[in-house]
């Protein structure tokens, strides 16, 4: 069965440092899929990255990056000088490409990122 | 390209109370999933579709929820009846993808209904 921990209830950070949300995962599968997103006071779910178990190449757009290691099972997401806007729920998901759990994505518990002006 | 559709946006019901919550995916999207998700807790799901055939539904509590996609298009998620431990967020999300190897290109949520039971 596929699992998502993500070790980090709550972060709170003064704007402009930077701060890295830690996402661990479970799956036996060889293929799978990791994302990341956003869930700002409003509710919606604002998708922020998928990345393939296949392509373990780092991630940067803009003041986000993100650093998938499968020898840790890790797929770990940082804000570069963070800002007030950035203040939301932060998830991580985790889908198998393969068998009948396509599409079924296990989120983890979520980590509440709040940024202080 | 306009996105998921979710109504209502906010539901407030008394327990044993019935409810439904309707869902229009993006145009062509044959796979449609609906997740329920708790305060403080992440989306789990709860049933997914694809186009009106039911793909996974072992998570849905079959007591008192029901869920249909006619025509393989709209879907209505129905809770009947409601529980205190139903208060949640509904969401929504449809995918283009409807076989293996799934990519999760295009994996779109909805901004969920959000359900109160007094």
């Known amino acids: 069965a596929q699992k998502v921990t993500q070790a980090q209830t709550e972060i709170s950070v003064v704007e402009k440092e930077d701060v890295t949300l830690d996402c661990v995962y479970e799956t036996r599968d060889t293929t799978y899929y990791l994302f990341w997103y956003k869930q700002p006071p409003s509710g919606e779910l604002v998708f922020l990255i998928r990345?393939?178990?296949?392509?373990?190449q780092n991630e940067i757009s803009g003041r986000y990056s993100w650093n998938f290691q499968k020898s840790t099972s890790s797929f770990n997401f940082t804000i570069t000088a963070s800002q007030v806007v950035d203040s939301a729920v932060y998830f991580c998901?985790?889908?198998?490409?393969?068998?009948?759990?396509?599409?079924?994505?296990?989120f983890g518990q979520g980590t509440i990122l709040t940024v202080h002006p | 390209e306009a996105g998921v559709a979710q109504s209502p946006r906010y539901k407030i019901i008394e327990k044993r109370q019935s409810v439904a919550f309707w869902c229009n995916p993006i145009s062509g999207h044959a796979t449609l999933y609906w997740y329920q998700q708790i305060l403080g807790q992440g989306p789990k799901l709860l049933i997914q579709f694809q186009n009106n055939g039911v793909v996974d539904d072992s998570q849905l509590p079959k007591d008192r929820f029901s869920a249909e996609r006619l025509k393989g298009v709209d879907s209505t998620l129905k809770i009947q009846p409601a529980k205190l431990e139903d208060s949640a967020v509904y969401l929504c999300?449809?995918?283009?993808?409807?076989?293996?190897?799934?990519?999760?290109?295009?994996?779109?949520f909805g901004s969920g209904t959000r359900l109160t039971v007094v």
């Open positions: 999300a449809s995918s283009l993808e409807t076989q293996v190897p799934w990519t999760g290109y295009g994996y779109t």
């Open positions: 990345r393939n178990s296949f392509d373990e």
């Open positions: 998901a985790l889908s198998e490409g393969g068998g009948t759990s396509y599409g079924k994505l296990t």
